[in-house]
């Protein structure tokens, strides 16, 4: 069965600063991982989406990486900026399009 | 990117009455749809896949008599929650895929749910 966790579970930094938020799966055979961002009482908004053909996907300051091999997956926030305060989930797509999450990062950036 | 939308937004309703939550794909057909559910600060909880067409596929642990769902179409989805008691007060979330939406999976606003 699919496990996904997220490290850490909270996170607070200052304005400006790049950050990493980590996701481990324990079964490699994911077809894509995911990154979702929630804001409180929301739905979820996608942000990256890898393929697990793929190793990396960019979209504006986010970075994603995946490496199968050691069930991890990383989101990269360059230079953070306090609109980017939510939970940050990351899921792994099982067969048939199935979701696993994690139990998220709740990312708050300080001005 | 494609849209999905759910109706109503937030819901209360008495203890053992019934309460419908809808999902459409507005602007993609999805062969596939899925509800999740969350509580307070937790992640999502995958309770059902749907195919347009056929019987919900129920994650272990959730009760399809309790939990109804009807894709009666590629941009539809329902999920009743029958004789709801205030332990199903969560957050419902439905997303969207498949069809031309192809591998990604697009999720609606959510529905909260307080049953008293």
Request: aromatic fraction near 8%; include cysteine; charged fraction near 15%.
């Amino acid at each position: 069965k699919q496990e996904v966790t997220q490290i850490p579970a909270a996170l607070s930094v200052p304005e400006g600063e790049n950050l990493v938020l980590n996701c481990s799966f324990t079964d490699s055979a994911i077809y894509n991982l995911q990154w979702f961002r929630q804001d409180p009482g929301k739905g979820l908004t996608s942000l990256l989406l890898i393929q697990s053909s793929q190793r990396e996907q960019t979209s504006g300051r986010l970075n994603a990486s995946l490496d199968k091999s050691s069930g991890r997956s990383t989101l990269y926030i360059a230079a953070s900026q306090p609109g980017d305060s939510a939970t940050y989930l990351c899921a792994g797509v099982q067969g048939a399009q199935k979701l696993v999450f994690g139990q998220g990062t709740r990312l708050t950036i300080n001005p | 990117g494609a849209v999905v939308s759910q109706h109503p937004s937030w819901v209360i309703c008495k203890s053992g009455t019934s309460v419908k939550i809808e999902c459409r794909s507005l602007d993609f057909q999805a062969t596939t749809m899925f509800w999740y559910r969350q509580f307070p600060k937790q992640s999502l909880m995958l309770m059902a896949t749907s195919n347009e067409g056929s019987k919900a596929t129920y994650e272990q642990g959730v009760e399809k008599d309790k939990f109804l769902i009807n894709h009666a179409s590629l941009t539809l989805s329902t999920l009743t929650v029958t004789s709801a008691h205030p332990e199903d007060s969560s957050f419902y979330i439905c997303s969207a895929g498949g069809g031309s939406a192809a591998y990604e999976q697009y999720f609606g606003p959510g529905t909260r749910l307080t049953v008293t």
